[in-house]
């Protein structure tokens, strides 16, 4: 099994940045790919970044190409979301997610194995 704890969400004005966390442990993190999604009221939870085991390689979300960054630090078992360049459309709830698999290259949300409890971010315009 695997836990994930997330955090860093809360409320920013548009233009502004905000890091998410994400702090796993019940297994060996390094073993497993790790991604964001989120989903906004009404919507389908879509993929937002996702970074290979080893943090050798990521993929984004064209929405959010330039102004996220996700990273990994397997010391401490933690992932993070850099939002930058906040606009209004990224209010959601966003949530961190792990494949046991190593899907990190535009992942479908069932191939992802173990999820967090969300974390609520919202731009305000």
């Known amino acids: 099994q695997v836990q994930l704890v997330e955090s860093g969400g809360g409320l920013v004005q548009a233009g502004g940045s905000l890091r998410l966390s994400c702090a796993a442990s019940?297994?060996?993190?390094?073993?497993?790919?790790m991604g964001w999604f989120r989903q906004a009221p009404g919507k389908e939870r879509e993929f937002v970044a996702g970074i290979s085991r080893s943090g050798g390689n990521t993929d984004y979300a064209d929405s959010v190409k330039g102004r996220f960054t996700i990273s990994r630090d397997n010391a401490k078992n933690t992932v993070y979301l850099q939002m930058n360049s906040l606009k209004p459309e990224d209010t959601a709830v966003y949530y961190c997610?792990?494949?046991?698999?190593?899907?990190?290259?535009?992942?479908?949300?069932?191939?992802?194995?173990?999820w967090g409890q969300g974390t609520q971010v919202t731009v305000s315009s």
């Open positions: 997610a792990a494949s046991v698999a190593g899907s990190w290259y535009k992942p479908r949300v069932y191939e992802y194995d173990y």
């Open positions: 019940g297994r060996t993190f390094s073993s497993l790919a």
